[in-house]
């Protein structure tokens, strides 16, 4: 039988005091229905068998956005069961959307007939340290007139500015005020169609621009947009809900705006990160694992890397075979970019297998301006990686430099020993994760439930692995 969901399940507080790390990690927890935020791994295991992955977290989230702008319901199936995807539960249900559980696993229905205004003290308590409330803007501005954005939270990797967000949405009409508790945005004449071009193909701004788009008067040509498979994604959800949307060469999309929408029945794309944590974590471990619901097109950069690192995987209809096929592993050296280049969530969880390379590796990281805070944790245990904070320099590189990015050398083999760790962030906490897996020697890491935000049933998955692990929930 189908469940009403109760945003009370979201379990947040409303206590301000409550928004540090550690906090966040023990509601990112409880959302999940983990109840410690530790787990002791003993390492030093290959991990061997079969997992299967489900949506992912930057479309689910996304999709339950979109059906606020329909005026049927929505299904939304493959939903993974993360803590991200509970908070956007929790801030629709504020907002009036009847969601219910279908007959399947991960199967959402989203009514939102009743779209209503929430207040703000509860959008700021439900919302915690996830970033997606400045995506209601454009189709709660549509629907309501309206709309709040409380403090943005998020993992902790540099700063994540809204003004791409803000700057678009001012584009098609919204009037916008600033306010101590967090940004107001008003739409006193509607939202009118816009050229934009985005300084960066950043993925938020452009789920903005196309949430937005859809329902303005006119037409919007958006440039330098991103295009990742899950932007692709999105795109084909709002065609199916009554959208005009074009992708055009260079990075160019066209969005014809209509008056109505209706809902949509889609199935979430697969989670390409989490597939290449796991794929990682073969290769760190000397292991052999299975992830299902994986396929080759979406996944393809990463492939490539695997296999030059010496990897080695196997493409099958129902997901894609990873394994370690012995001998010494190699160094490589990667430039993280936006789609088609090698993702900047794949660099954390690869870093750990690159401390086993015989060699020298270097990662230049231009997407994110500090994402190898991870990477002490890692030193403590034993490897040896030297974070330069300015980049470093390279003629081969194929990848424009940025002023913000710096740049990892991982030099290896190197054995690592267990260790006291603290997760900081989603991709890094999946890393310590992996490196603890890896480890000679018992390790405690702390945090995890941050993990939850983007990995579901991760527990349960390191069981079904052969992990040797001791988790008291």
Sequence with gaps: MDAHYDPREVRV??????????????KAAARVGLTSDEIIINGGRPLNGRIEVRGAKNLATKAMVASLLGHTPSTLRNVPNISDVRVVAGLLALHGVLITRGAEEGEWRLDPSNVETAHKADIDAHAGSSRIPILFCGPLLHRLGEAFIPDLGGCRIGDRPIDFHLDALRNFGAVIEKLPSGISLTAPNGLKGANIELPYPSV???????????????????????????????????????????????????????????????????????AASWAAAALATKGDIFVGGVEQEEMMTFLNVFRKVGGDFDVRPDGIRFWHPGGMLKPVTIETDVH???????????????????????????????????????????????????????????????????AAVITGPTDLSGADVEVPDLR????????????????????????SRGYENFIEKLRLLGADFIYEG
């Design 428 to 451: 890094g906490g999946f890393s310590h994760l992996i490196a603890a897996l890896t480890a000679e020697g018992q390790s405690k890491v702390t945090n995890i439930g941050i993990i």
């Design 204 to 274: 938020g701004a452009t789920e903005q621009v196309l949430l937005t788009a859809v329902l303005a008067e006119g037409q919007t040509e958006l440039r330098n947009a991103a295009i990742e498979p899950e932007i692709v994604d999105l795109i084909c959800i709002l065609q199916k809900m009554g959208a005009i949307i074009s992708m055009e060469p260079n990075r160019v999309i066209f969005i014809e705006g209509v008056k109505e929408l209706r809902g949509y029945d889609h199935a979430a794309i697969f989670d390409r990160n989490e």
């Design 340 to 406: 088609p280049g090698f993702m900047t969530d794949w660099q954390q969880p690869l870093v750990v297998a690159l401390t086993q390379a015989d060699g020298v590796s270097t990662i230049h990281e231009t997407v994110y301006e500090n994402r190898f805070g991870f990477t002490d944790a890692l030193n403590k245990m034993g490897a040896d990686i030297k974070v330069y904070k300015d980049g470093l320099h390279d003629d081969t590189r194929r990848v424009m430099r940025r002023e913000f990015e710096q």
């Design 13 to 26: 507080t409303k206590n301000k005091e409550d928004l540090g790390l550690h906090k966040d990690s023990q």
